[in-house]
């Protein structure tokens, strides 16, 4: 172990459980997941209401999303060929709107974080994701989708399970807003601006950091959109702006009270040329994407959609303080456990 992962070590593990039934005896813990499967319900109950297929994507494939903010993939064998471990499922979402017009998964992510996202108290090195496609959609078709789940799932909890909500020690009304109105919208060229004057320096041609998006999520009560990311911040699937070179149609979705990302999504790029050519701009040799680009070729649909990491959706609602408490057996990044 390096000297930078005992120190994280030391940090982390002050109240990581040394053990599962440690970690799931806890009945803050018991409480956080009866929660977390009552969002899981809702999330399928509103889904399917809005005529969504549930589908369930592979969870090992000969690529995945490349676009994962610095941490790494895992590599197996396969059969003597080298597969990866799914970091998100993008590609395999577009694909299926050749079967189904709407669809959505809810299935495992790996990543192996950077050691130092150990301690930001949002990321886990394996996480669940919330995958929602829309074929013929717009970015703003995906975001009122985003919105209006978010909201039916946060009132599902606060109606049903205001007795764990109260365990936790979560404020029911931090979710008045929440319910009762749109979400607020920014771009991310807003977005840095009001980090820089507020003295945080974030790089206006990438992603707003781990700290910044901290520092706007605090100002707020009610979660908000920030839109139009720069192009080289993202990865080649996200749909550049034909109207504003150099910005894509995409989104994230930022939690209020300090919690950060909730959501990412986008209007998602389609045409094969354009696919090809945004490649090799994000540095990815079109050759490791054979499959995907056969089916760009043959044509797939155009569409929108987003991700919402489960983990971090439940830790938000529940009012925990770090992430690995919204899992059952959480995977800190740097941290062996089982």
């Known amino acids: 172990m390096t000297s930078t992962s005992v120190e994280l070590d030391a940090r982390v593990t002050r109240r990581f459980p040394s053990s599962p039934d440690q970690h799931l005896v806890d009945e803050s813990t018991r409480a956080t997941l009866r929660v977390q499967s009552r969002m899981l319900a809702a999330t399928r109950a509103f889904l399917t209401g809005q005529g969504f297929q549930e589908l369930l994507p592979p969870v090992i494939g000969p690529v995945t ?54 301690v930001t108290h949002r990321h886990l090195a394996e996480f669940h994701q919330i995958d929602v496609e829309v074929r013929d959609a717009r970015r703003e078709d995906a975001m009122e989708l985003a919105e209006r789940l978010v909201a039916y799932v946060v009132d599902e909890v606060v109606r049903e399970l205001p007795g764990d ?22 771009t991310h060229k807003e977005a840095t601006a009001d980090l820089v004057a507020l003295g945080h320096p974030q790089d206006p041609g990438a992603e707003i950091d781990w700290q910044g998006e901290e520092i706007l999520s605090a100002k707020t009560s009610r979660p908000f959109f920030v839109t139009d990311y720069p192009k080289g911040s993202r990865g080649f699937y996200d749909r550049e702006d034909p109207a504003q070179p150099g910005v894509l149609r995409n989104f994230d979705l930022i939690a209020p009270e300090g919690y950060g ?33 056969d089916l760009a070729r043959r044509g797939i649909p155009a569409s929108s959609g987003f991700g919402i990491g489960l983990e971090r959706f439940t830790r938000y609602v529940t009012g925990r303080t770090a992430v690995w408490e919204a899992s059952a057996y959480p995977k800190l990044p740097g941290v062996v456990s089982a």
């Open 65 to 118: 999303d490349p676009g994962i903010r610095g941490s790494k993939q895992v590599d197996i064998d396969f059969y003597g060929h080298k597969y990866k471990l799914m970091t998100s499922a993008i590609l395999y979402k577009q694909a299926s709107l050749l079967a189904f017009d709407k669809i959505f998964y809810i299935a495992p992510n790996v990543r192996l974080e950077p050691l130092e996202t150990a």
């Open 165 to 186: 909500l109260e365990r936790l020690g979560r404020d029911r009304d931090a979710f008045r807003e929440l319910v009762t109105g749109a979400f607020a919208r920014t």
């Open 261 to 293: 990302e909730l959501a990412s999504g986008s209007e998602r790029e389609y045409d094969y040329a354009a696919l090809v050519t945004r490649m090799r701009e994000t540095g990815e040799n079109p050759a490791k994407y054979g499959w995907y680009l």
